[in-house]
């Protein structure tokens, strides 16, 4: 509902009362709106019922039962039923938990009623609702600045535009914006899905898919697979009419391997893959506020870290404050009290110093509240008890290295002495009286005063995280290259990075150095330095830039609304559930228990996944590209179809469904520097070549001596069971370090590839196994003859992948491949689905 303009204000002071606000609720000009965060369930059964590959599954199932083969037909129908129970039972899954994340990230609203602030919950908020958002707070509905109050506002997300916006009384604020300075007071002008933010989420229908680059990957797989196999028809179509007698009914089974081999699950797979990662990662305690966070974080290389809040905790202590000649220590702590308890833009430093010297406050004439880009704030005093030293004065608070430009006299030893409380590790801060009728804005603009008259030098104490030194060796023994990025100063930043072991004795700079460089030198920078101190928000962004256009991929955590920018710009945004929630809101992933500890583990998890799904690509194409070489081989050949629909399972299952299933636990996880496509057709085309290569051959020689053709595909399905299951050698496993039995990785890949081995055997040695899977019996003999061909094969195999040979000629067909333009949406959308 918007306000129509025909109520009287609001009084900014007192705000409404309660029985105003519940009379207004009652008539429907509450925020009673919950924006779609996920889709609806009738949406996730229609989004995993209608699959492209569906249609043409179950149409072949349909004429299998024609010809009487039920079972045919149900080894073909029955897993599009499987995948789309899986589906919807993971859909439903994920959705369920992203209401639930969406529920308990809201932020409470402050509202002033009957003259108090109090918070509520955002559904509580009434049109005419007097809402105080202070710094780091997101302005969750839209309305008009009241009363004095002024604000800096990030209205990056709504514009695109990255600097701050100046809010004065009377100018208009929109939701999705977030403090970055100041208060900002404001009367609802708009509540529930009439406000800006919410028209915006209706519009994109509360649901996204942003496709990540092993979605990409994979719909370009499924859509190249796809015009493979419809060639692949072309040929079988043309030469099966000459071969066989019941063409109709050869022609029914050819279709049902062929529409098999289309990777109808890749999409599925890799669904339930995220759907698993967010739950074991929410379980470590983070949150993946969007899909690919879970891709991303597995190729991280380079770590920044704010220190404040990150690094420390959000607990800040007063240490010390050191008058600096003959002032007063009585009149310092006298100026602290006042400051603290007046200050219309409170935060963390402020709490400290009021801790260490509570006081009254003062009524103030003009006021510059803290900002990151500034690094000090001002208050100017009205003039009050003349006894008291805030009436009618002005005083500044900020970092030593920024005031002491404006200091006349002594800068040089302020600076000396500053610099040694900061390498004992404290935040160091000064205290500075400026003339009272200083100006302190210019055009709109803060403007430090020009004379300064330095009071004392104050010192804070950070605790740091009992975590911090854990989590960051852990990152580094993974090959992450840590570094600090904060907005303090470089001594102190230096002296905290020295307790966690990062940084040399000089490898330290200072934003303040940094600013006017171009982007190649302040790469040059980022690259080879590890601290960093005096960053303001828009050079945190530009060192996170410059450090990705390097080649690096950058994951940033911060807390505060001065890491909104380089938050957003990294590749992996982190964010502490304990900051500010316009960091949240634009972070990737939401550390709910502050505990960036399980990064390491959460990145060692996200390359597992990534790994899982390389291997499981690897072993699906492979198997895929050999099955259609022998097939158009043999049609190319006019042989028999060299594969029936049951033959084509047990294939299936013994190289392709047990192993993703067992290489799921076992990949070994490291980082991906490239594309999961580019890395698996290294691997599979070589594989299928040579599989092809030996297959077939055993097919037509088979033929050619007479053997039935029963026999002949019974013998190409074996040989293509080993060679398929020696194919795994290649695959990278991990050895298990963790168990009562410990497996060195070979042992691990030995007792998979056996395993298959006896299992195939085990099939076609049985009665039932052969009759369910039309096997013919072979001799023992011929079984053996089969096995040491393959043994052969697969020693050959590592031998020549140990030489990179094929994979350098691989390497020139990848870059065709990525030369490729993207493919339409329409056509990579159904393979997506």
Same mark, same amino acid.
């Given at each position: 509902?918007?306000?129509?303009?025909?109520?009287?204000?609001?009084?900014?002071?007192?705000?409404?009362?309660?029985?105003?606000?519940?009379?207004?609720?009652?008539?429907?000009?509450?925020?009673?709106?919950?924006?779609?965060?996920?889709?609806?369930?009738?949406?996730?059964?229609?989004?995993?019922?209608?699959?492209?590959?569906?249609?043409?599954?179950?149409?072949?199932?349909?004429?299998?039962?024609?010809?009487?083969?039920?079972?045919?037909?149900?080894?073909?129908?029955?897993?599009?039923?499987?995948?789309?129970?899986?589906?919807?039972?993971?859909?439903?899954?994920?959705?369920?938990?992203?209401?639930?994340?969406?529920?308990?990230?809201?932020?409470?609203?402050?509202?002033?009623?009957?003259?108090?602030?109090?918070?509520?919950?955002?559904?509580?908020?009434?049109?005419?609702?007097?809402?105080?958002?202070?710094?780091?707070?997101?302005?969750?509905?839209?309305?008009?600045?009241?009363?004095?109050?002024?604000?800096?506002?990030?209205?990056?997300?709504?514009?695109?535009?990255?600097?701050?916006?100046?809010?004065?009384?009377?100018?208009?604020?929109?939701?999705?914006?977030?403090?970055?300075?100041?208060?900002?007071?404001?009367?609802?002008?708009?509540?529930?899905?009439?406000?800006?933010?919410?028209?915006?989420?209706?519009?994109?229908?509360?649901?996204?898919?942003?496709?990540?680059?092993?979605?990409?990957?994979?719909?370009?797989?499924?859509?190249?697979?796809?015009?493979?196999?419809?060639?692949?028809?072309?040929?079988?179509?043309?030469?099966?009419?000459?071969?066989?007698?019941?063409?109709?009914?050869?022609?029914?089974?050819?279709?049902?391997?062929?529409?098999?081999?289309?990777?109808?699950?890749?999409?599925?797979?890799?669904?339930?893959?995220?759907?698993?990662?967010?739950?074991?990662?929410?379980?470590?305690?983070?949150?993946?506020?969007?899909?690919?966070?879970?891709?991303?974080?597995?190729?991280?290389?380079?770590?920044?870290?704010?220190?404040?809040?990150?690094?420390?905790?959000?607990?800040?202590?007063?240490?010390?404050?050191?008058?600096?000649?003959?002032?007063?220590?009585?009149?310092?702590?006298?100026?602290?009290?006042?400051?603290?308890?007046?200050?219309?833009?409170?935060?963390?430093?402020?709490?400290?110093?009021?801790?260490?010297?509570?006081?009254?406050?003062?009524?103030?004439?003009?006021?510059?509240?803290?900002?990151?880009?500034?690094?000090?704030?001002?208050?100017?005093?009205?003039?009050?008890?003349?006894?008291?030293?805030?009436?009618?004065?002005?005083?500044?608070?900020?970092?030593?290295?920024?005031?002491?430009?404006?200091?006349?006299?002594?800068?040089?030893?302020?600076?000396?002495?500053?610099?040694?409380?900061?390498?004992?590790?404290?935040?160091?801060?000064?205290?500075?009286?400026?003339?009272?009728?200083?100006?302190?804005?210019?055009?709109?603009?803060?403007?430090?005063?020009?004379?300064?008259?330095?009071?004392?030098?104050?010192?804070?104490?950070?605790?740091?995280?009992?975590?911090?030194?854990?989590?960051?060796?852990?990152?580094?023994?993974?090959?992450?290259?840590?570094?600090?990025?904060?907005?303090?100063?470089?001594?102190?930043?230096? $002296?905290?990075?020295?307790?966690?072991?990062?940084?040399?004795?000089?490898?330290?700079?200072?934003?303040?150095?940094?600013?006017?460089?171009?982007?190649?030198?302040?790469?040059?920078?980022?690259?080879?330095?590890?601290?960093?101190?005096?960053?303001?928000?828009?050079?945190?962004?530009?060192?996170?830039?410059?450090?990705?256009?390097?080649?690096?991929?950058?994951?940033?955590?911060?807390?505060?609304?001065?890491?909104?920018?380089?938050?957003?710009?990294?590749?992996?945004?982190?964010?502490?559930?304990?900051?500010?929630?316009?960091?949240?809101?634009?972070?990737?992933?939401?550390?709910?228990?502050?505990?960036?500890?399980?990064?390491?583990?959460?990145?060692?998890?996200?390359?597992?996944?990534?790994?899982?799904?390389?291997?499981?690509?690897?072993?699906?194409?492979?198997?895929?590209?050999?099955?259609?070489?022998?097939?158009?081989?043999?049609?190319?050949?006019?042989?028999?179809?060299?594969?029936?629909?049951?033959?084509?399972?047990?294939?299936?299952?013994?190289?392709?469904?047990?192993?993703?299933?067992?290489?799921?636990?076992?990949?070994?996880?490291?980082?991906?520097?490239?594309?999961?496509?580019?890395?698996?057709?290294?691997?599979?085309?070589?594989?299928?070549?040579?599989?092809?290569?030996?297959?077939?051959?055993?097919?037509?020689?088979?033929?050619?001596?007479?053997?039935?053709?029963?026999?002949?595909?019974?013998?190409?399905?074996?040989?293509?069971?080993?060679?398929?299951?020696?194919?795994?050698?290649?695959?990278?496993?991990?050895?298990?370090?963790?168990?009562?039995?410990?497996?060195?990785?070979?042992?691990?890949?030995?007792?998979?590839?056996?395993?298959?081995?006896?299992?195939?055997?085990?099939?076609?040695?049985?009665?039932?196994?052969?009759?369910?899977?039309?096997?013919?019996?072979?001799?023992?003999?011929?079984? $053996?003859?089969?096995?040491?061909?393959?043994?052969?094969?697969?020693?050959?195999?590592?031998?020549?992948?140990?030489?990179?040979?094929?994979?350098?000629?691989?390497?020139?067909?990848?870059?065709?491949?990525?030369?490729?333009?993207?493919?339409?949406?329409? $056509?990579?959308?159904?393979?997506?689905?």
């Amino acid at each position: 509902m918007i306000a129509t303009g025909l109520r009287p204000a609001t009084d900014a002071v007192r705000g409404l009362t309660s029985a105003e606000a519940e009379t207004r609720h009652l008539a429907g000009e509450g925020n009673d709106y919950r924006s779609p965060t996920s889709r609806t369930y009738l949406e996730i059964v229609k989004h995993n019922s209608y699959p492209f590959i569906n249609g043409p599954l179950l149409l072949v199932s349909a004429a299998l039962i024609s010809f009487g083969a039920f079972t045919e037909a149900l080894m073909t129908g029955v897993p599009v039923f499987g995948n789309i129970a899986i589906g919807v039972i993971q859909g439903s899954r994920a959705k369920r938990q992203l209401d639930r994340v969406a529920l308990l990230s809201q932020a409470p609203a402050t509202v002033v009623r009957d003259g108090l602030e109090r918070q509520v919950a955002p559904a509580s908020v009434v049109l005419g609702d007097i809402v105080v958002a202070n710094r780091g707070d997101e302005i969750q509905l839209d309305g008009r600045i009241v009363g004095q109050a002024t604000a800096s506002l990030d209205e990056s997300a709504l514009t695109g535009e990255s600097h701050a916006i100046d809010k004065a009384t009377g100018d208009t604020v929109q939701s999705g914006s977030a403090v970055l300075s100041g208060v900002a007071r404001y009367e609802v002008e708009a509540v529930g899905a009439d406000t800006f933010a919410n028209q915006i989420l209706s519009q994109a229908k509360g649901h996204r898919d942003v496709r990540t680059p092993l979605q990409s990957d994979i719909a370009r797989a499924f859509v190249a697979v796809a015009i493979l196999i419809l060639l692949s028809a072309a040929v079988v179509v043309v030469t099966l009419p000459a071969l066989a007698a019941d063409a109709t009914h050869e022609t029914v089974f050819a279709a049902a391997v062929l529409v098999t081999l289309v990777p109808q699950g890749l999409a599925l797979m890799l669904t339930v893959t995220y759907a698993a990662a967010a739950l074991r990662i929410s379980r470590l305690g983070a949150l993946a506020q969007r899909q690919s966070a879970i891709e991303a974080i597995s190729r991280i290389d380079t770590f920044c870290s704010d220190k404040t809040g990150t690094l420390t905790t959000q607990r800040i202590s007063f240490g010390t404050a050191e008058p600096i000649g003959s002032v007063d220590p009585v009149e310092v702590g006298a100026i602290l009290a006042a400051v603290a308890a007046s200050t219309t833009a409170p935060n963390h430093t402020t709490h400290a110093i009021g801790a260490a010297y509570p006081g009254a406050a003062h009524p103030i004439a003009d006021e510059v509240p803290f900002d990151s880009s500034l690094r000090w704030s001002a208050i100017r005093f009205a003039a009050g008890d003349v006894d008291h030293p805030a009436a009618s004065a002005t005083y500044v608070l900020g970092a030593p290295a920024v005031l002491a430009s404006s200091v006349s006299d002594g800068a040089d030893d302020l600076r000396a002495r500053a610099v040694a409380f900061a390498a004992t590790g404290q935040r160091v801060l000064l205290l500075a009286r400026a003339e009272p009728d200083a100006t302190l804005s210019a055009d709109g603009a803060a403007t430090l005063p020009d004379r300064l008259d330095p009071l004392a030098l104050l010192t804070f104490d950070e605790e740091l995280r009992p975590e911090a030194q854990a989590t960051i060796d852990g990152l580094r023994e993974r090959g992450i290259d840590v570094k600090i990025v904060s907005g303090d100063d470089p001594v102190t930043v230096q $002296a905290i990075g020295r307790r966690l072991g990062l940084g040399l004795e000089n490898d330290a700079v200072s934003g303040l150095e940094l600013a006017d460089l171009d982007d190649e030198a302040l790469a040059d920078v980022a690259v080879r330095t590890t601290i960093f101190g005096r960053v303001d928000p828009h050079l945190k962004a530009r060192l996170v830039t410059v450090l990705k256009k390097r080649g690096r991929s950058v994951a940033m955590t911060g807390d505060g609304v001065n890491d909104i920018l380089p938050v957003r710009t990294a590749d992996v945004g982190v964010a502490m559930q304990s900051g500010s929630p316009a960091t949240r809101g634009v972070a990737d992933l939401v550390l709910v228990r502050d505990d960036f500890s399980i990064l390491p583990e959460a990145i060692r998890d996200g390359q597992r996944i990534v790994a899982a799904m390389a291997a499981t690509l690897t072993v699906l194409l492979a198997r895929t590209f050999y099955v259609l070489l022998i097939i158009v081989g043999a049609s190319m050949l006019q042989l028999p179809f060299p594969f029936t629909p049951r033959q084509n399972s047990i294939l299936a299952f013994v190289t392709v469904g047990v192993p993703i299933l067992v290489l799921a636990l076992w990949v070994r996880p490291g980082p991906s520097r490239s594309g999961i496509l580019a890395q698996t057709l290294r691997i599979s085309i070589p594989l299928s070549i040579g599989v092809a290569a030996v297959g077939l051959p055993v097919y037509v020689t088979a033929l050619l001596n007479g053997a039935s053709v029963e026999m002949a595909r019974t013998m190409l399905t074996s040989i293509a069971c080993f060679l398929g299951i020696g194919a795994l050698v290649l695959v990278p496993i991990a050895a298990d370090e963790r168990g009562r039995i410990r497996m060195p990785a070979w042992l691990r890949t030995t007792v998979l590839v056996a395993a298959l081995v006896i299992a195939y055997l085990v099939v076609l040695s049985t009665g039932p196994g052969r009759s369910f899977f039309q096997l013919a019996p072979l001799p023992w003999e011929i079984v $053996a003859s089969l096995i040491a061909i393959a043994a052969a094969w697969t020693g050959a195999v590592i031998g020549i992948h140990r030489t990179r040979i094929v994979q350098r000629g691989i390497d020139v067909l990848i870059d065709g491949w990525r030369s490729i333009r993207p493919l339409p949406e329409a $056509a990579t959308g159904l393979a997506n689905r």
